[in-house]
């Protein structure tokens, strides 16, 4: 199945060689360009692609803004957001996992992991393992949010003991095999509790589901990560 990819950044040039890379694929697709917020929104009401690759920072209505648009939107549930940034923009990265995004990449990636990224949120799941990324969770996500927390405790009481220990692991940057290996599992049998504790707790993928275990005090905040 091909992977059909909407680019959005108000750079030109770096969405030709986005484009030209993406297409160098046999899987995948560019649908469209959006070179703001805004453009981004009404492409992708329009072409319904797959993933999304969202920059932040654009002109008139920004990355943060066209993604909880998106991703709020009953009708785009099956389009993932990727997000775009530099890891030295903390808080509008945790901002973005908030408003729906699956996971975040910096400008400086490489081709093979922009692509593997892609595929990532493809699939459902989100980027959320990296050394840096796991830090920045810990640092952000259960930080007090004008918006409203995402979730109370409540909404993990629907959850069993083996779920919940399943999604522990999961907000502690944990891949389906690290998991399956500390609690003597297979990789299917994780993903399966990953997907039931999704559904139970209306959690729009993986990313969405370590910030409720955050903001519902499952997971605590401590200090990043060293080594």
Same mark, same amino acid.
């Given at each position: 199945?091909?992977?059909?990819?909407?680019?959005?950044?108000?750079?030109?040039?770096?969405?030709? $060689?986005? #484009?030209?890379?993406?297409?160098?694929? @046999?899987?995948?697709?560019?649908?469209?360009?959006?070179?703001?917020?805004?453009?981004?929104?009404?492409?992708?009401?329009?072409?319904?692609?797959?993933?999304?690759?969202?920059?932040?920072?654009? @002109?008139?209505?920004?990355?943060?803004?066209?993604?909880?648009?998106?991703?709020?939107?009953?009708?785009?549930?099956? $389009?993932?957001? *990727?997000?775009?940034?530099?890891?030295?923009?903390?808080?509008?990265?945790?901002?973005?996992?908030?408003?729906?995004?699956?996971?975040?990449?910096?400008?400086?990636?490489?081709?093979?992991?922009?692509?593997?990224?892609?595929?990532?949120?493809?699939?459902?799941?989100?980027?959320?393992?990296?050394?840096?990324?796991?830090?920045?969770?810990?640092?952000?996500?259960?930080? @007090?949010?004008?918006?409203? @927390?995402?979730?109370?405790?409540?909404?993990?009481?629907?959850?069993?003991?083996?779920?919940?220990?399943?999604?522990? *692991?999961?907000?502690?940057?944990?891949?389906?095999?690290?998991?399956?290996?500390?609690?003597?599992?297979?990789?299917?049998?994780? #993903?399966?509790?990953?997907?039931?504790?999704?559904?139970?707790?209306?959690?729009?993928?993986?990313?969405?589901?370590?910030?409720?275990?955050?903001?519902?005090?499952?997971?605590?905040?401590?200090?990043?990560?060293?080594?």
């Amino acid at each position: 199945m091909t992977i059909r990819v909407l680019l959005a950044d108000d750079q030109a040039l770096l969405r030709a $060689t986005f #484009r030209i890379l993406i297409e160098s694929e @046999p899987d995948m697709t560019v649908v469209a360009e959006a070179a703001d917020g805004q453009e981004a929104v009404d492409l992708t009401r329009t072409h319904r692609p797959d993933v999304v690759l969202m920059d932040i920072r654009m @002109p008139s209505t920004d990355g943060l803004a066209a993604t909880a648009d998106i991703c709020g939107r009953e009708e785009l549930s099956g $389009t993932r957001v *990727l997000v775009l940034t530099t890891f030295d923009d903390d808080e509008n990265v945790a901002r973005a996992l908030r408003a729906g995004a699956s996971g975040f990449l910096g400008k400086d990636v490489s081709a093979d992991a922009l692509l593997a990224g892609i595929r990532t949120v493809a699939a459902g799941d989100s980027l959320l393992s990296p050394t840096a990324t796991k830090a920045l969770i810990v640092r952000f996500l259960a930080a @007090p949010d004008t918006d409203g @927390p995402l979730a109370c405790a409540d909404s993990l009481s629907a959850l069993t003991g083996r779920e919940r220990e399943v999604v522990t *692991l999961a907000a502690l940057g944990r891949s389906n095999d690290e998991i399956a290996d500390a609690l003597f599992l297979s990789p299917f049998t994780v #993903r399966s509790h990953i997907h039931r504790a999704m559904t139970k707790v209306g959690a729009r993928d993986r990313a969405q589901l370590v910030v409720v275990a955050y903001q519902s005090g499952l997971v605590r905040v401590g200090p990043p990560e060293t080594g």
